[in-house]
């Protein structure tokens, strides 16, 4: 129901204030009201902008109904557009009395095509898509938080736009996943995308930091083995609503040293504008649960020494429940508008202990105190408690021990018959990881005139992060050098400060051009503090602090980087049709080398609407635009890397002692990646069918390689110099295609596509050791010896480390001497197709994804077989467990090979089914718009990997891991119910 | 809307006047510091050029117990119980200089190249700040010391290395040569000392140095009159500690029971182990003196717990005592091995009863028969390097001994490594050597 309620006191408090502020421009205005519903199906549209042409401000969001107000709007002759993503934008022209409200209504058609979208992020301010010739990715999120809950952000852009990859599982709950778009730009820095919320610059860390604070050997790999918890799961995905995506240099170079590998933008939601405040609600429950597909089903068949049967991992697999509980509010008056948000949730691993708590509050305030000015405040608090699973390359992996056990040392301690540290001791083991988190900032914005226009913005991004880990004094830890307990205590603050200003200016010049210039400029200073404490072997049980340990000591890092830039940009359209930008961004950076200097990153950009040209094409084409650009960016050093630096250590037996660490390179520059794209998009039979497709080049060049020094030349780091050149190729694909739009049904169907072929071209002359990176393959490439012989040896007295040789002979397999190339680590095609069908108030959605052509390190495999486990070693031995020619050869095999294996896969990623509840129900709650879905996430796939997951990857979010998989964990098949309503 | 000139525009000539500005004022804005490490002239201070010495010789303790890991490896004494195959190729004795990976087998070659860069390096450093000083300072003697010990130590477990910094590879004998050489030079500074005690303890550390060193250049006349000159007692360790990654011993880590398991008495010798054990406990036990099998000699410890397996979950496990955990010192030389220095000289010359006069003390500190005079040369080497074995149990002597006295197919079977290859890291950064680069080792 649609009734006035009274807003609270201090609504009316804010309204006066701005009442005041504004009251000297309230003169001669009225106001403008209506529904926007959708043309076909004639149901309302829910969050469609409504705009008054030429005014910044006089703008609301539709209701839930699809309704909008918007008061204050001048009188006289108007024109309204509304844009909605999905629809074609409309306009509409009305007369606005003064003191009078006028009513406006709109039909939008669905749109499969996104060209009139207005997007702003790299673009110098915000501007329709068909002006812009780069590709700029874009996502509703909010409408995909309605039919598919997920918790983490990287869960939300896997296989929804073409180009963006989020790969790599690694840990359990709250375990961070790599993010990857267009490839690998650089073989030696790290290669996640830039990360901005609202225009703040944010921590979107995804790898260990424990190891950087010189206490590695302290905690293996890490605290919880390598995949450490993922910075961008604070986020509350119900607080977004959109996310665009700059997939490359030639999109990018507004955001200069930092941007090769991508920049992501979040939007957040903000106030809806006039009306009542309408609140959103959202109640989920469900569960995790691992497939069960671990290799240990024959473990059953053996019993250990002590006479314990094998126990399967498998059995170790449980639900593990989710329920979140979400509230927000939008509502406001034209002059101040508001959205606020808070987020409870609990979420537990299907291999436990391992669960993720977290809540978060936002509130989002736009003060518009005249008609030039507006002000946008934003905070949002986050608090993200992890307990971390045991997994990764890490003596105390859960899933490790209970996999890459050998069934027939089963003892009553390690009836999995552990490799190395029982699994009873593993789970009394608490990993925790605590985050409290502020972000938030402030954007002025104003507006000289509708022409000339200034936005200074200025925000922070600060974590502050614990990380514990607790050894009791009671387990058997010997393997990961715990005798008697330990407890490490790590401290991560982080602060991230961003400020930016731009200004634009529309003018006209000769021959019915016009011209929009962007000026401004842009920095950030960001530092990070590491702290470590470790308490080591504790008098007794019953303590747990690091000062109860026998020993104790510490660790601790600082870095900082400073980054100033200045760019100016300057689109040129002419009729409306043919856009020209050219740009340049110049960068100042702390991690420059003393002697370099400024960067310049250029870029140009032409789009060509073809459509606006009538009669050139059939009826059938409704919209057709071609675009090409070519631009540069780049990415800093680390912070550090250019100083020549002598490391502190302590030596002997706690004596002071200083060693050569970095060779530094005072010439030291960012890497540069310059990229040339060009595209087309083309709307068919009124945009029924939008079709969008890319090919672009990328060439990184100055990359960074880090050329050792000859050991006998000292330095213990590699000099980081900018000599190495790669390359990225590929194009991208979509297709969106309405099929049926009725009343009653619709079918929308949607194909992404997307193939990338890397490859590095140069490294300077320096051969690296190792072959993760060579001149001529793909970085991070996979590389192993291949068996190249086989033959049974009758003498001996050993068959691959077995004892003695069998009656059948040796079965021996040889190797090449050389390592030898097998394939990249990254698909080079990814493809996906998803469906969204509705009859009536239901709807069903589903997403299927494919990878093809990744190849990575299968450790597990052979160390499984060494062993003596694993289900395939297992099951070719005997009836008794006698060894066999066959289960002897796979030992013999796998004594001497590392194994290789392809990551291709089909996985369905994504299933809904939406129930928009009747109006007639909804109504006797008192609510409005409810919904409810039941979505299942990473249901199934189907691969040949010789693994319990493809995607998986020991250390999660590490840019340098992504070619090898080894204790990993697989991903969970997720259950979800879902009720949204509003009122 | 206006149609001026686009440069004449007031935001344009705004821009540019803001843009000049900016860059004007960014001088500075761009200085950070690194808070955790010292810049190249930091180091140019008289207090802090001590540590620089210290950090030197920390170094290449950091590098001695790698090369004691390694090599005991690749030697009949240990046997690689991890999952590791690059640990599994060393203890197989297979190895290639063109390995398809940089291995394992090459970090102990890196470490003790750094450790030689650190300490000339430093050599340098304390020249410049002490000026004409720097000559009677024991800071110059000690990196000088570390420089010349590096190159044994490299000498004794790989086949090839640089003799200089970036250059080309040569065989471990030049590594010899070269350390007499340098600890010559070394030598003569310990004698300038005018402290007392650090003249003693210089001198007698570069005395045993050179002794090892001369008796593996083959200069054994030489390698006798340094050993006799170095007092009974004598011990100089490689020190470490619990506390953090580069103070701590790899072998603690690796070979013993609370810790890795990654290595193990290697299987040839499991028969020779005389103790009881359990499955409940792990106990101690020893290996069988050399002379008499039915003794248990108390200078080769091992524990066990009886059922145990290593981590290879393959055969049984029988670890390390000496080096019970990551903190346990290390010998580097001692006067015990002056003795075995000694008595190897006596044999050169044939001299089998000063041989045995050197040998038997330390036996019968440790409660073992005395050895009678060898009536041959093959009873003369037996012995000595029976005592060897015994005396220098995992110390990383013994990969060298089976070398030099060609006993690497008889002992352990052919087809084996008899030293470690060339470095790769070493191949692949050296200015002075290309891939592909590395001729040995001798293949038994």
């Given amino acids: 129901m649609s009734t006035t309620r009274s807003p609270g006191r201090w609504y009316w408090s ?278 069960e597909n671990l290799p240990t089903k024959t473990f059953p068949r053996f019993t250990g020494p002590d006479g314990t049967r094998a126990r399967d991992a498998n059995t170790l697999i449980e639900n593990g429940p989710w329920n979140s509980v979400d509230l927000s509010g939008q509502g406001g008056t034209q002059r101040s508008q508001y959205f606020i948000s808070a987020l409870g949730s609990k979420e537990v691993g299907s291999i436990q202990p391992n669960d993720q708590t977290k809540g978060s509050l936002r509130a989002n305030i736009t003060f518009v105190p005249t008609d030039k000015w507006t002000v946008e405040v934003r905070s949002n608090y986050a608090r993200n408690v992890i307990n971390e699973l045991q997994a990764g390359n890490n003596w105390t992996a859960l899933l490790g021990n209970a996999m890459n056990g050998n069934p027939r040392n089963a003892t009553a301690l390690k009836p999995f018959g552990e490799a190395w540290v029982p699994v009873s001791d593993i789970q009394n083991m608490e990993t925790k990881s605590d985050a409290d ?69 529309n003018f006209k010049l000769p021959f019915g051009i016009e011209s929009n210039l962007s000026f401004g400029g842009q920095g950030f200073w960001e530092s990070q503090r ?114 020549t630096s002598y490391s502190a250590q302590p030596v002997f037996e706690d004596v002071p002692g200083i060693v050569p660490l970095n060779p ?44 050792a020094f000859a050991p006998s030349q000292g330095f213990n780091q590699a000099q980081r110099v900018n000599i190495g050149a790669l390359q990225n190729r590929g194009w991208e694909a979509t297709v969106n295609y309405s099929v049926i739009s009725k009343a009653a049904f619709d079918w929308t169907t949607g194909i992404k596509a997307d193939g990338n072929k890397n490859k590095v071209t140069s490294l300077g002359g320096v051969t690296l050791a190792g072959n993760a990176v060579r001149v001529g393959y793909p970085a991070q490439g996979v590389w192993g010896q291949k068996p190249n012989g086989f033959s049974v040896v009758q003498g001996g007295t050993s068959c691959g480390g077995l004892a003695g040789v069998g009656s059948f002979g040796c079965p021996t397999t040889t190797r090449t001497a050389a390592q030898e190339y097998f394939g990249p680590p990254l698909p080079t095609f990814n493809g996906s197709w998803s469906n969204t069908i509705r009859y009536k108030s239901l709807s069903l959605y589903g997403l299927l994804s494919m990878e093809r052509g990744a190849w990575f390190g299968n450790g597990d495999r052979p160390y499984r077989i060494r062993q003596g486990g694993s289900d395939e070693y297992l099951g070719a031995l005997g009836p008794n467990g006698e060894r066999t020619f066959k289960s002897d050869s796979i030992f013999q095999w796998s004594s001497i090979l590392s194994h290789v294996d ?39 796939w189907w691969d040949d990997c010789n693994c319990v997951d493809p995607n998986m990857n020991w250390a999660g979010g590490d840019s340098f891991t992504i070619n090898s998989g080894f204790l990993a964990q697989p991903s969970p098949r997720q259950y979800r119910l879902q009720v949204r309503t509003k009122f | 809307m206006t149609t001026r000139s686009f440069f004449h525009l007031p935001p344009v000539r705004g821009l540019v006047v803001l843009s000049t500005a900016a860059l004007m004022a960014c001088d500075g804005v761009f200085d950070v510091e690194d808070p955790q490490a010292f810049g190249n002239d930091d180091l140019n201070n008289a207090v802090i050029v001590k540590n620089v010495a210290d950090g030197a010789e920390g170094l290449l303790h950091q590098s001695y117990d790698d090369m ?25 004795g297979k190895l290639r200089a063109d390995e398809a990976t940089v291995g394992s087998f090459s970090l102990p070659q890196d470490q003790l190249l750094r450790s030689r860069y650190a300490a000339q390096e430093a050599a340098d450093r304390i020249a410049t700040v002490l000026g004409a000083s720097a000559n009677t300072s024991p800071l110059m003697v000690q990196v000088k010391w570390v420089d010349a010990f590096s190159d044994l130590s490299i000498g004794m477990a790989y086949c090839e290395g640089p003799l200089t910094q970036g250059g080309p590879r040569s065989p471990n004998t030049e590594f010899f040569k070269q350390a007499v050489t340098k600890l010559t030079a070394a030598l003569t500074l310990a004698n300038g000392l005018t402290n007392a005690a650090d003249k003693t303890k210089w001198v007698n550390t570069i005395t045993a140095s050179r002794a090892r060193a001369n008796l593996f250049a083959g200069n054994y006349d030489a390698a006798l009159t340094d050993a006799l000159a170095v007092p009974a007692g004598f011990v100089k360790n490689a020190v470490y500690a619990e506390a953090a990654a580069n103070q701590q011993s790899a072998t603690g880590n690796q070979f013993h029971q609370n810790r890795n398991r990654s290595g193990g008495l290697r299987r040839l010798y499991h028969n020779r182990v005389l103790g009881s054990f359990n499955t409940a406990t792990y106990t101690v036990g020893y290996l069988a003196d050399w002379m008499d099998a039915t003794k248990p000699d108390p200078r080769m410890a091992v524990n066990r717990k009886a059922g145990e397996l290593g981590v290879n979950n393959r055969f049984a496990y029988f670890g390390i005592s000496k080096y019970a955990d990551r903190g346990a010192d290390q010998a580097l030389l001692t006067s015990r091995e002056m003795n075995l220095i000694a008595a190897e000289a006596y044999m050169r010359r044939n001299d089998y009863t000063n041989m045995v006069a050197k040998l038997n003390p ?19 080497q037996a012995a000595l390097l029976g005592e060897r074995f015994a005396v220098l149990f995992v110390e990383g002597h013994r990969t060298l001994d089976l070398h030099r006295f060609n006993l690497v197919t008889s002992v352990m079977g052919a087809g084996r490594n008899t030293l470690l290859p060339l470095s790769r890291n070493e191949i692949l950064a050296s200015p002075s050597m290309k891939e592909g680069e590395g001729t040995c080792p001798r293949v038994s």
């Fill in chain 1, 437 to 505: 988190r502020w972000t938030g900032g402030v954007t002025l914005s104003y507006a000289f005139n509708s022409n000339f226009t200034h936005r200074l913005g200025f925000g922070t991004d600060a974590v502050n992060e614990q990380k514990s880990r607790f050894f009791p004094y009671a387990g058997q830890f010997g393997p990961a050098g715990v005798t008697f307990g330990q407890r490490n205590l790590g401290l991560r603050n982080f602060r991230s400060t961003t400020v930016d200003y731009l200004s634009t200016l």
């Fill in chain 1, 664 to 707: 530094g390179n005072k010439s030291l520059r960012p890497e540069v990646t310059s990229e040339r794209e060009v595209g087309f998009e083309i709307g068919l039979w009124n945009d029924r069918v939008g079709i969008e497709a890319s090919q672009y080049f990328a060439e990184t060049k100055d990359a960074i390689v880090n050329k």
């Fill in chain 2, 362 to 380: 330390d036996r019968i500190t440790n409660g073992l028969a005395a050895i009678p005079v060898p009536t041959t040369a093959a009873a003369a």
């Fill in chain 1, 902 to 940: 392809k990551r291709d896969n089909v996985r369905l990623r994504e299933i809904s089914l939406t129930w928009q509840v009747p109006e007639k129900y909804s109504s006797f709650f008192k609510t409005g718009k409810t919904s409810v879905s039941f979505s299942g996430q990473n249901l199934q």
């Fill in chain 1, 14 to 291: 804010l309204s006066a204030l701005v009442a005041i502020a504004a009251a000297p421009l309230q003169a001669q205005t009225g106001a403008v009201s209506g529904t926007v519903t959708d043309k076909t199906t004639g149901l309302p549209i829910v969050t469609a902008r409504v705009q008054v042409v030429g005014s910044q401000n006089a703008a609301a969001n539709t209701d839930d109904r699809g309704r909008y107000f918007i008061r204050g709007v001048s009188a006289g002759a108007q024109s309204l557009r509304v844009t909605r993503i999905g629809f074609r934008p409309e306009a509409q022209s009305a007369t606005i009395a003064a003191n009078d409200t006028v009513t406006v209504n709109f039909t939008l058609s669905t749109s499969a095509v996104e060209l009139q979208q207005v997007v702003v992020t790299g673009t110098g301010g915000a501007v329709e898509k068909r002006k812009v010739g780069a590709s700029i990715g874009s996502l509703d999120v909010a409408a995909q938080q309605d039919i598919m809950p997920v918790t983490n952000f990287t869960q939300v852009l896997a296989s929804k736009v073409a180009g963006v990859r989020s790969l790599g599982v690694g840990g359990g709950v709250g375990g961070s996943q790599d993010l990857r778009i267009r490839g690998i730009a650089s073989f030696s820095l790290n290669q996640r995308p830039v990360i901005y919320i609202d225009g703040v610059r944010v921590d979107s860390r995804a790898s260990e930091w424990t190891t950087a604070t010189g206490m590695a050997a302290t905690a293996c790999c890490s605290f919880s083995g390598g995949t450490s918890t993922d910075r961008l799961s604070d986020l509350n995905p119900n607080d977004i609503e959109r996310v665009e995506i700059l997939k490359g240099a030639s999109a990018a170079t507004l955001y200069g040293s930092e941007a090769s590998n991508g920049v992501i933008q979040i939007f957040t939601k903000k106030g809806r504008g006039e009306g009542r405040t309408q609140w959103n609600l959202g109640l989920g429950t469900g569960y995790q649960r691992l497939k």
């Fill in chain 2, 68 to 92: 004691v890991q390694i090599s005991s490896l690749l030697s009949d004494e240990l046997e690689s119980t991890s999952t590791w195959i690059d640990w599994e190729n060393i203890s197989d």
């Fill in chain 1, 530 to 643: 590491l702290n470590i404490a470790v308490g080591n072997t504790f008098p007794g049980p019953g303590v747990s602090t690091v000062a109860a340990g026998a020993v104790t000591s510490g660790g601790e890092a600082f870095t900082e980087t400073i980054n100033l830039g200045l760019l100016a940009q300057d689109r040129f359209s002419w009729n409306d049709r043919l856009f020209l930008t050219v740009g340049l961004r110049m960068d100042g950076n702390s991690a420059f080398g003393d002697d370099y200097g400024f960067q310049k990153y250029p870029n140009a950009q032409l789009s060509y609407d073809l459509s606006k040209h009538t009669g050139l094409f059939p009826e059938a084409v409704s919209a057709f635009r071609l675009r090409g650009s070519w631009g540069k960016t780049g990415k800093m050093p680390g912070p550090f890397d250019s100083f």
